[in-house]
């Protein structure tokens, strides 16, 4: 385990010097990132304040509350984005080019190199987004922190994550099988998009599929709502949601691992 903690970081020590080489690549990029959600935030702003108010189950949501869900749905999301981009080339090109010849002549675990090869200092720009926004419309909101609730958003973070990227491999894994899985892994990405607004405004099939299928809904909606007004069900507490969440992440990298061992196996160069 220690030989393959130190091998990712010297992994990822190249990565970045590599990038490092195009500084103003780089900086463009973080830049573009930055500037694309903003304006995002933006349209959401516009949008809210063209209706009289946004309800779910209820609950109003103010401007300010609905600008601290679409920060907080940036977190998960940039630490993912960190750690896990190559995932995206080995679903649209990697396989179909046989790019991947390489990898599986290295003594090393497939998955395991795909992690190293690329640390994407574009999920700052997210991350740096995502923590303005809670600052910000955290500051003109009335929230009654509590260890429970912020324990909660840490876990529901971190945990959070991983479930982003083990759906990414699961989705990735099938490019070995069909040689591109791309639009398919677009398709489920773009659930994430739903979580920025309260959930509750959806019709009930797709709250059903952001909660049982791609459980965006748990990680992002519920422990905001569960912040600005209570449980979303009466047995459902932060620390009840804490423990489902990291189940939940727990399962889904479970079924990532077997899922991408079982696809690797189906792996076909382009004999180019």
Same mark, same amino acid.
């Given at each position: 385990?220690?030989?393959?903690?130190?091998? !990712?970081?010297?992994?990822?020590?190249?990565?970045?010097?590599?990038?490092?080489?195009?500084?103003?690549?780089?900086?463009?990029?973080?830049?573009?990132?930055?500037?694309?959600?903003?304006?995002?935030?933006?349209?959401?702003?516009?949008?809210?304040?063209?209706?009289?108010?946004?309800?779910?189950?209820?609950?109003?949501?103010?401007?300010?509350?609905?600008?601290?869900?679409?920060?907080?749905?940036?977190?998960?999301?940039?630490?993912?984005?960190?750690?896990?981009?190559?995932?995206?080339?080995?679903?649209?090109?990697?396989?179909?080019?046989?790019?991947?010849?390489?990898?599986?002549?290295?003594?090393?675990?497939?998955?395991?190199?795909?992690?190293?090869?690329?640390?994407?200092?574009?999920?700052?720009?997210?991350?740096?987004?995502?923590?303005?926004?809670?600052?910000?419309?955290?500051?003109?909101?009335?929230?009654?922190?509590?260890?429970?609730?912020?324990?909660?958003?840490?876990?529901?973070?971190?945990?959070?994550?991983?479930?982003?990227?083990?759906?990414?491999?699961?989705?990735?894994?099938?490019?070995?099988?069909?040689?591109?899985?791309?639009?398919?892994?677009?398709?489920?990405?773009?659930?994430?998009?739903?979580?920025?607004?309260?959930?509750?405004?959806?019709?009930?099939?797709?709250?059903?599929?952001?909660?049982?299928?791609?459980?965006?809904?748990?990680?992002?909606?519920?422990?905001?709502?569960?912040?600005?007004?209570?449980?979303? !069900?009466?047995?459902?507490?932060?620390?009840?949601?804490?423990?489902?969440?990291?189940?939940?992440?727990?399962?889904?990298?479970?079924?990532?691992?077997?899922?991408?061992?079982?696809?690797?196996?189906?792996?076909?160069?382009?004999?180019?």
């Amino acid at each position: 385990m220690g030989h393959y903690i130190k091998l !990712y970081f010297l992994c990822i020590k190249r990565s970045i010097i590599a990038k490092l080489e195009y500084k103003k690549d780089t900086l463009i990029a973080l830049f573009s990132f930055v500037i694309a959600n903003l304006c995002s935030i933006l349209s959401i702003y516009f949008l809210v304040n063209s209706i009289p108010a946004l309800s779910e189950n209820g609950n109003n949501w103010s401007i300010y509350q609905i600008g601290f869900l679409y920060g907080f749905s940036m977190i998960p999301v940039g630490i993912d984005h960190l750690f896990s981009d190559e995932f995206w080339l080995v679903a649209y090109r990697r396989v179909r080019n046989g790019t991947l010849d390489p990898v599986f002549l290295r003594p090393a675990p497939i998955m395991f190199q795909i992690f190293a090869e690329t640390f994407q200092p574009e999920g700052f720009g997210e991350l740096i987004v995502g923590t303005a926004m809670l600052i910000l419309c955290g500051f003109n909101t009335s929230i009654n922190w509590s260890f429970p609730l912020i324990f909660m958003l840490i876990v529901a973070s971190i945990f959070g994550a991983i479930i982003i990227t083990s759906l990414k491999i699961i989705f990735s894994g099938l490019a070995f099988v069909f040689k591109t899985s791309g639009p398919l892994l677009q398709v489920v990405y773009n659930f994430i998009s739903y979580t920025k607004y309260p959930i509750g405004i959806y019709p009930y099939f797709l709250r059903a599929m952001l909660i049982f299928i791609f459980p965006f809904g748990i990680i992002i909606s519920y422990p905001i709502q569960t912040l600005f007004f209570g449980n979303v !069900y009466s047995w459902l507490n932060p620390w009840t949601l804490s423990l489902i969440i990291v189940v939940v992440a727990i399962l889904f990298f479970f079924i990532a691992i077997v899922s991408w061992s079982l696809c690797v196996k189906k792996y076909e160069s382009t004999g180019s």
